[in-house]
C-alpha cells in the first residue's frame, strides 16, 4: 500500500467544503497516523475566490476551472462538494471517472439521479466512488450497511434523513406553534434554507433513502419509483393529537422489501412515542435498520452542518488513502437488480386521519358512510369540545386498511360540504 | 485483489461458531456477490466432537488439534472462537499471527489482557487481527470508531456494553422484583450463565470498554487501570427511587479524554431518563461517541447471542477478503500511547445515596454530620413515609462532590450504628 500522501482537490468551498479544510488542517497528523499517509489538499475551486470562508485558503493552490483538476497529475482524487444533480458536479465527476481518478462526493441528488450510470463508469475505469457524507453525515451508515453489516440480508430500513424536517417537527410539538411561524424561526436560525422546499417537500430525504435503499437491498437507485410527501400539510393540531394517541409525527423514509420485491417511500407519519426511533428529536437523524443475523441496529448522528458532513467526507478520504474500493452500491453494477416495485395502493397499513367539520347533527353519519363504502374499519374516534354550527376537529385512527380504499376515502371525505378544508391522512408505522 | 476463495478455519463450536457456520450456509452467495471472493469453512475445530449443535457439521473437515491449522495451506485464516484470555484461544491466536496468519476473534477478555503484545505480533508479521463481535456483535462499532469517525478526535464514549445486566435492570424497573429473583429467572431464559459473575460484576463489560477506550484514544488497552464496579448491590428499591427522581439506573462503561489524561470505568450509575441511552433496554446494549467534528453519535443494537455475534465475525471476514488491514488499535502499535490516568477520587459528579436507617430522632443530624464532613453538599433530601422505631429508607442526591470525599463519607455513613445496612452510593451521569 502506498505511503505517499494522497494530494486531493476540493471543488466547492461552501460549509462542507470548509470544514474539510477545518479538519485536515487540525488533525492532519491524526489522520496520517490513523491511515499511515497524509492527506493534502493540492488545490481548492469554487464559483467565487473572493468569498470571506473564515478559513486561509491562501495557502492553497486556487484552480478557477474545477474540470482542469481532472488530467491534473499532482491531484490523486478530488472532492466534489459543489452539489446538484446536473450542471459542473455531474459533469466533473463523470470527467473524473472517466479518467480513473477517485471521487469523493457529499451530492445525494446526483446518486440518487444518476448513481447506477455512475456505479458502472466506476468499475469499469475502477476508480473508487465513495459518498458517506451523502446521507447523515455524523451516522457512519453507508460504511455501516455496506461492511460493517455486509453478513446480512437486509429487510428494511427507517430512517429520519433530513434533519430541516425532524426539527420543525419538534419545535411544533415542544411549542405547540403552527409549520409557518416554525419554519421562519428555523430560517433565521440557519436550520431551513431561503428556499426551503427541498426539504420540506421531503425530496432531501427522497435522494437520501433512494441511496439507502439500493445499498441495502442491491438494487439500482430509482427515484422515480419513490413516492414523497413533505410536512407542510401536518399542522400543530396533528402533532397534539397523536401525542394524546401515544404518537409522534416523524418524517419518515422506508425502504422495505417483502417477498423479492420492493417498497420505498417518504412521508410524515405516527410513529409510537416509546419507540428509540421517536425519541430522535431536533436536527438529528437517525436510520433502523432490520437484518436477519444482526437482528435491529438503530444509528442516531448529527445529519448535517459543516463537522458531521465533513467528518464523513474525510472518512471516505481515509479509506481511500487505506487503498479500500468497494462496490459503490455494495454489489458490482451488473448485479444490482431492476427492482420488482410494491403496489403501494395494496399496502395494509393503520391510518390516523383529521377532519374539520361542522358541528351539526348527521355530519358523523355521512362520514361512517364513507368509510364504510371504502372498506375502513374506525379503531378509535374522539371528537373534542362542541359548537354547535363551528368548525371541530374530528381525529379518529383506523384498522389496518389497504392505502389505496384509505385514499379513496380520503377523496370522498374531502368533497363533503361538513368539511372546512381537506382531512391530514397520516399512515401509523409501527415497525 | 485476489478472487480466490477465503477459506477459514473455526475453532469454537459454540452458539457464535454454530451462528458464523449458519451465516455462510445461508449468505454464501450474497457475501460473495458483495466482497468479490467467496468465504469457504476449510475446518472445524472444539473440544467435543459428538456434540449436537443444531447443524451439520459432517460436511466439513474436522481438525482434532487446532493448533494445526496454523501452519495448513489450505486454511487461509482462523477464526477463534474458543474463549478465555489464555489456555488454547491466547496459543492459537499468537501462533497464527507468528505464522502472519489471519485471526478473526471474538476474544475480549484475551485482547483486554494481551492486546497490545498481540497487535505488535500483527503489524510485524503484516497478520490482520479482527474483533468487531468482542464488542456488541449488533453494532458495527470498532468499525465505526476506528473507520466511520477516524476525522475526530475522540472525547469520550459510554456504553451500555453488557445485555445481561442491562436485562436484568430493565426486568427489575419494570417488574419492582428484586435482583436476586430476576437474576434466576434470566438464567431460566438464557440471558445470564450458570456462574454469572463475569457479567453482573461487570467484568464482561470491562474488556469491552478497554478495547474501546484504547481505539478511541489510541492507548493500549490496560485492563489493570479499569476500576469495575458489578450490580449486585442495586436493588429494586434503589431502582424505583432514581425514577422518582426522574433517572434509570444503567451499568456504563465510561471513556473519557480530559486535558490529554484518560479515564475509563464501568459502574452502575444515574442516567436522565430522557437521554435516548437510558431508553436502550433489555438485552440491547448502546455506544455513545462525543467527538470534535461529528458530534454526538449514538449506536444502539443486539450485543450478544448467535445472530448478531456472528454477524460481526462474519463482517470481519469479509473485510478480510476485501483485503483490508488496519491497525489494531486504529494506530500503529509504536504509538499507542502508555496513558497517564485520571485519578478517579478527584473526579468531580453528582451522586445518588439511599440509606435504610432506623426511624428515630438524632439520625439525620447524624448523617448531616458526616456529610458537612465530608464537604458534600446535599442537593435534595427525602425520606419516605414514617414508622418511629423502624426500618426506613432515606434517599439523597447531591451537589457536585470529589470521588474521595464521597467514598469517605459513604465509609463513615456505613458505620453508623442508625443505618441497618451500607449505603447504596451511585453516581449520577448527566453526559
Redesign the interface.
Same mark, same amino acid.
Given at each position: 500500500m502506498s505511503t505517499a500522501p494522497l494530494r486531493i482537490g476540493i471543488v466547492g468551498l461552501g460549509t462542507v467544503g470548509t470544514?474539510v479544510v477545518k479538519?485536515l488542517e487540525?488533525?492532519g497528523g491524526?489522520?496520517a497516523?490513523?491511515? %499511515?499517509r497524509r492527506i493534502e489538499i493540492g488545490a481548492v475551486s469554487a464559483r467565487d475566490k473572493t468569498k470571506a470562508r473564515g478559513v486561509d485558503l491562501t495557502r492553497y493552490r486556487w484552480a478557477d476551472d474545477p474540470l482542469s483538476l481532472v488530467q491534473d497529475q499532482k491531484i490523486d482524487a478530488v472532492v466534489e462538494l459543489a452539489g446538484g444533480a446536473d450542471g459542473i458536479a455531474g459533469q466533473l465527476v463523470r470527467a473524473c471517472l472517466k479518467a480513473g481518478k477517485p471521487v469523493v462526493t457529499a451530492n445525494k441528488a446526483l446518486l440518487a439521479r444518476h448513481g447506477f450510470e455512475l456505479a458502472q463508469l466506476a468499475e469499469t475505469q475502477k476508480a473508487p466512488l465513495l459518498y458517506?457524507a451523502a446521507v447523515a453525515? #455524523?451516522?457512519?451508515i453507508i460504511?455501516?450497511l455496506?461492511?460493517?453489516?455486509?453478513?446480512? *440480508?437486509i429487510r428494511a430500513l427507517y430512517g429520519i434523513l433530513n434533519g430541516t424536517c425532524n426539527y420543525i417537527l419538534t419545535e411544533m410539538r415542544e411549542t405547540g406553534k403552527d409549520f409557518g411561524v416554525v419554519l421562519k424561526a428555523a430560517q433565521t436560525l440557519g436550520y431551513a434554507e431561503a428556499d426551503p422546499s427541498f426539504d420540506i417537500d421531503g425530496i432531501d430525504a427522497a435522494h437520501k433513502l433512494c441511496l439507502l435503499s439500493a445499498l441495502a437491498f %442491491?438494487h439500482r437507485p430509482d427515484f422515480e419509483h419513490l413516492p414523497v410527501t413533505g410536512i407542510r400539510h401536518v399542522s400543530a393540531k396533528d402533532i397534539a393529537f397523536a401525542g394524546e394517541l401515544g404518537y409522534r409525527i416523524k418524517l419518515l423514509g422506508i425502504a422495505r422489501r417483502v417477498d423479492g420485491r420492493i417498497m420505498q417511500r417518504v412521508e410524515p407519519c405516527l410513529v409510537p412515542a416509546d419507540k428509540?426511533i421517536a %425519541?430522535?428529536e431536533g436536527v438529528f437523524n437517525a436510520v433502523f435498520a432490520e437484518? *436477519?443475523?444482526?437482528?435491529?441496529?438503530?444509528?442516531?448522528?448529527?445529519g448535517a452542518?459543516e #463537522?458531521?458532513a465533513?467528518?464523513?467526507?474525510?472518512?471516505d478520504?481515509?479509506?481511500l488513502a487505506?487503498?479500500?474500493n468497494?462496490?459503490v452500491f %455494495?454489489?458490482?453494477a451488473a448485479?444490482l437488480a431492476v427492482p420488482e416495485w410494491i403496489d403501494d395502493g395494496a399496502v395494509v397499513s393503520e391510518y390516523y386521519a383529521r377532519m374539520v367539520v361542522l358541528d351539526k347533527p348527521g355530519v358523523l353519519a355521512d362520514i361512517s358512510a364513507i368509510l364504510r363504502d371504502h372498506s375502513i374499519s374506525v379503531e378509535s374516534l374522539l371528537q373534542r369540545g362542541r359548537d354547535p354550527g363551528k368548525p371541530v376537529s374530528i381525529v379518529m385512527t383506523t384498522h389496518p386498511a389497504r392505502h389505496a380504499d384509505m385514499m379513496g376515502a380520503a377523496q370522498a371525505l374531502a368533497s363533503l360540504k361538513s368539511l372546512s378544508q381537506k382531512p391530514c391522512v397520516l399512515r401509523i408505522e409501527t415497525f
Open positions: 470544514g479538519i487540525n488533525h491524526l489522520i497516523a490513523r491511515t %499511515g458517506e453525515g #455524523g451516522i457512519p460504511k455501516a455496506r461492511e460493517g453489516l455486509a453478513a446480512n *440480508d %442491491g428509540e %425519541g430522535v437484518t *436477519d443475523f444482526a437482528d435491529d441496529s438503530l444509528f442516531i448522528g448529527r452542518g #463537522g458531521p465533513a467528518s464523513a467526507v474525510v472518512s478520504l481515509v479509506d487505506r487503498g479500500h468497494l462496490p %455494495g454489489l458490482p448485479q
